[in-house]
T-cell receptor, first 114, second 105 residues
């Protein structure tokens, strides 16, 4: 199957700082990538759809000024959590669409904001 | 929006047992996929199955799109099968709440 990487795997930061998470498709090009968030013992919730070369589409209730998404190339999308606060602590997972309507997921990034 | 219900929410099995997990949808869906989330959080693609039946080793899946449900069969379960199983659908995937499977030896 297709391989998607995510970096970093985990990050701990102080409240008020910004954190950038990278998502890369390693063996295919992805016009569309997605960002999800998962709180403990819960399901994945879609945050935004990231399209190469255009603005991301955010789900209702997700602040676009807080969660900045950039999809500058066909293999890289980044999510920046700006001015992070403890309530932003979560497991962030990206996925990439292979173009055949099937998505493959990165290993996730565990964010802890102190 | 479309509602998705996964059952059972939790399942405890002895190694070697078989199980069936189910997803029901409130309306027609497309791009249905099944995933296994391992204890480290990695989502592993099991099946892309908008309709029909597929098999991969001990796992198989069936989607009956006209009746709005999908089934995941696990045969001869192993401890490594433990984790959470999700069904999801759509272009930007909408996930069910998952079935947490625990297999003991």
């Amino acid at each position: 199957g297709a391989v998607v990487s995510q970096h970093p795997s985990w990050v701990i930061c102080k409240s008020g700082t910004s954190v950038k998470i990278e998502c890369r498709s390693l063996d295919f090009q992805a016009t569309t990538m997605f960002w999800y968030r998962q709180f403990p013992k819960q399901s994945l919730m879609l945050m935004a759809t990231s399209n190469e070369g255009s603005k991301a589409t955010y789900e209702q209730g997700v602040e676009k000024d807080k969660f900045l998404i950039n999809h500058a190339s066909l293999t890289l999308s980044t999510l920046t959590v700006t001015s992070a606060h403890p309530e932003d602590s979560s497991f962030y997972i990206c996925s990439a669409d292979t173009g055949a309507n099937e998505q493959f997921f990165g290993p996730g990034t565990r964010l802890t904001v102190l | 929006g479309i509602q998705v219900e996964q059952s059972p929410p939790d399942l405890i099995l002895q190694e070697g047992a078989n199980s069936t997990l189910r997803c029901n949808f409130s309306d027609s869906v497309n791009n249905l996929q099944w995933f296994h989330q391992n204890p480290w959080g990695q989502l592993i693609n099991l099946f892309y199955i908008p309709s029909g039946t597929k098999q991969n080793g001990r796992l198989s899946a069936t989607t009956v799109a006209t009746e709005r449900y999908s089934l995941l069969y696990i045969s001869s379960s192993q401890t490594t099968d433990s984790g959470v199983y999700f069904c999801a659908f759509g272009t930007a995937l909408i996930f069910g709440k998952g079935t947490t499977l625990s297999v003991s030896s």
